[in-house]
């Protein structure tokens, strides 16, 4: 990560606090991932035709077998990723794998993890009240989610999706705040444009702060750079949009230190506390 760039203590914080570990910049994890994604966000280090559910690319695995999987390794990793892609398309994903650790009793042993992008609101639509519940009280587990742009413009430009998207990110990360889940965020802030970079920075932490005031500090800027299956995607623009992302860091640095004091921006970042949800639970 460039200097000025904060750094990502993402899973490794919530990991070693679940699991009574010593921090560390560097820990183990297995790897599973979904291939399919609804967006295609041009810096994905992830080949575009391992993203579209390709059977060549993929096959169809249950919970148990993934566990079987990480079981034959001749030491396991302590923290099990489901990736992407987007996890959930799969809504039940994280539901059967948590079932799936609980029946072997590794709960004390496996720290779950996933990503989310934010783009449908299948947690809700295919899974019961109860089996949120499951998954919200589950308390070795943890859920980030990447806010794909700092404005419409940007958020379409990086993910080829329609502008009407932006929105939704801020109103399911709002729900998925009141159900209880070890939550935190990324943002990426690659953009076509710089002008009125810190109005329109201004605004971004103005939404994050609508669906909880601390959630910028729960929220892990990540720097883009160039992996080699993006190398064939990148244009002049996206050259640029890549030395714009410096200009945006800069204005959400600036952001945070308007709105929160140096000690609140030193505090771990599993030490953030959000509001109390709805339902009664602290979060």
């Known amino acids: 990560t460039t200097s000025c760039w904060p750094s990502n203590p993402l899973p490794l914080d919530p990991a070693a606090k679940v699991l009574g570990l010593d921090k560390s910049n ?36 249950t919970a ?26 799969v809504p039940e994903w994280v539901l059967w794998m948590i ?5 072997r009793g590794l709960e004390s042993q496996i720290y779950l993890w996933s990503d989310d992008n934010l783009s449908n609101d299948y947690f809700w639509r295919f899974l019961s009240e109860t089996e949120r519940e499951i ?10 989610c990447c806010f794909k742009g700092f404005n419409e413009e940007s958020f379409s430009f990086n993910t080829s999706a329609h502008e009407n ?17 070890d939550l ?33 500090l729960r929220t892990v800027p990540l720097e883009v750079k160039i ?30 230190s308007r709105r929160f004091s140096n000690y609140e921006r030193q505090i771990c970042i599993t030490d953030i506390p959000f509001s109390t949800s709805p339902c009664g639970r602290a979060i």
Request: a negative charge; charged letters at 20%.
């Open 26 to 61: 560097l820990i183990l994890a297995q790897v599973f991932q979904n291939a399919a994604c609804n967006w295609r966000c041009w810096y994905c280090f992830v080949p575009f035709n391992l993203l579209n559910a390709n059977p060549e690319y993929s096959k169809w695995v």
């Open 64 to 89: 148990s077998e993934l566990l079987d999987l990480y079981l034959s390794e001749p030491n396991p990793p302590r923290i099990i990723d489901l990736t992407g892609g987007q996890p959930d398309l």
């Open 99 to 103: 079932q799936e650790i609980k029946m």
């Open 135 to 144: 998954v919200a009280t589950y308390p070795s587990y943890g859920r980030v």
């Open 165 to 181: 998207c932006y929105d939704q990110q801020f109103s399911l990360m709002k729900r998925l705040i009141a159900l209880g889940i």
């Open 184 to 216: 935190y965020a990324y943002a990426t802030f690659t953009s076509p444009s710089t002008s009125n970079i810190a109005e329109d920075m201004a605004r971004f932490v103005d939404r994050l702060q609508v669906v909880d005031h601390n959630l910028p």
């Open 227 to 256: 992996f080699t299956p993006v190398k064939r995607r990148l244009t002049d623009v996206h050259q640029d949009a890549m030395k714009n992302q410096f200009f945006a860091i800069e204005a959400w640095q600036e952001e945070l």
